[in-house]
């Protein structure tokens, strides 16, 4: 069974700070997405990181696959109200006929004025 | 904007009774999964249709069913509904020979049993 952990579970932070939330498995993924969630709507994909090592950056938000493609982290710098949400990390197995996505519990994050 | 639409937005039913949520998308959108997302969790997967077959099941029982029409769009059905079915449910396409898994989420419907 793959199981994704996310840590931490809650962040409350001024505005201005900088965060860095993680995922961690004891699976090797195939690839990695993050996800924000906003509430009252549906996850949005914010990255892909397919290949080990990978680092990617979305404007503030940097994005980095672990080298043995079993953990990611995601860095925000400088946060903004506008950054608040859930951040979902899932994994992706590749399975038969479809590949397989696990969802992590996600990280609420709140940036205070 | 995902060009995803559910419906119902809310739902409210008694334990046993049966439901139907519905799911549209973008033309050329031709697989759909669904997931149930309990509050303070991540969505569960609970199957994937591909050109009106379904391709994928995760582990939820034979009371969750679903279908998927010709024009791709998409229905879940749960029997029997028990207290524990109260979550946010959520459907995702993808779009046929785009990049591969990058699902668009609806906003969801959130069904409360009671």
């Known amino acids: 069974t793959q199981l994704l952990e996310q840590s931490p579970q809650f962040l409350s932070i001024q505005e201005g700070e900088n965060l860095t939330v993680y995922c961690n498995s004891s699976?090797?993924?195939?690839?990695l997405q993050w996800y924000r969630q906003e509430p009252g709507e549906g996850p949005v994909l914010l990255v892909t990181v397919v290949t080990g090592g990978e680092v990617k950056k979305l404007k503030r938000l940097t994005f980095q696959f672990g080298d043995a493609r079993k953990d990611s982290s995601l860095h925000i710098t400088a946060a903004q109200p506008g950054d608040t949400g859930l951040y979902l990390c899932?994994?992706?197995?590749?399975?038969?006929?479809?590949?397989?996505?696990?969802f992590g519990p996600g990280t609420s994050l709140s940036v205070i004025p | 904007e995902t060009g995803v639409t559910q419906s119902p937005t809310h739902l409210i039913k008694t334990r046993g009774q049966q439901v139907t949520l519905r799911c549209s998308s973008q033309?050329?959108?031709?697989?759909v999964s669904w997931y149930q997302q309990a509050l303070g969790q991540g969505p569960q997967f609970i199957f994937q249709?591909?050109?009106?077959?379904?391709?994928g099941r995760g582990n939820f029982p034979p009371r969750f069913s679903g279908l998927q029409f010709p024009n791709y769009s998409s229905e879940l059905n749960v029997n029997a509904l028990e207290l524990d079915d109260s979550a946010l449910y959520l459907c995702a396409t993808q779009r046929a020979g785009g990049a591969k898994n990058i699902q668009y989420f609806g906003a969801g419907t959130r069904l409360s049993v009671l």
């Open positions: 899932a994994g992706v197995w590749p399975k038969t006929s479809y590949d397989k996505v696990i």
């Open positions: 699976s090797v993924f195939s690839s």
């Open positions: 249709y591909y050109r009106e077959e379904e391709n």
């Open positions: 033309s050329g959108h031709n697989t």
